[in-house]
């Protein structure tokens, strides 16, 4: 072993630069900050998006959509999870409050029944809303809607 065969363990010798090491280095004098300006000076951030004074991209863009704010949302049900109920429980009439009991909705939601699946016996349901498929599939089996 001599001198001009040592080398450093792999990964102690990290490959940065070091800056505000003098002139020597490459990087002194104004350690890669520039002259002058905000960014040069110590404590400075820059704003998320900030793209050196140019316009920013959220800015360039459009806004885009609309929010309608008299929008009113429905949990949607389908008649396949009534008959699951119905079946599982032995239920023969379904409202909000038994939906909300079996965790199939929130106390605050409305629900609207919709026309997946079939049913095989005849249940009364009573929601705030329903599709054209799922009354006349209620209906058909001799079960009633009711709307809330």
């Known amino acids: 072993m001599k001198l001009n065969n040592l080398k450093p363990a792999e990964g102690s010798v990290k490959n940065r630069k070091r800056i505000g090491r003098g002139e020597g280095s490459g990087h002194g004098g104004t350690s890669t900050r520039g002259h002058k300006g905000a960014g040069q000076r110590s404590g400075t951030k820059r704003k998320i998006g900030f793209e050196g004074g140019q316009m920013p991209l959220q800015r360039r863009l459009p806004k885009f959509g609309f929010k309608n704010i008299n929008r009113v949302e429905y949990k949607g049900i389908n008649l396949d999870t009534l008959q699951y109920l119905a079946e599982k429980h032995n239920l023969s009439e379904i409202t909000h409050a038994t939906l909300v ?47 809330l």
């Not at 929601?127 to 599939?137: D, L, N, R, T």
């Open 101 to 147: 009991e079996y965790g199939i909705c929130a106390k605050k939601e409305l629900v609207k029944i919709l026309g997946r699946g079939e049913l095989k016996g005849k249940i009364n349901v009573a929601a705030h809303g329903f599709s054209e498929a799922a009354k006349a599939a209620i209906e058909k089996n001799g079960g009633s809607v009711t709307t």
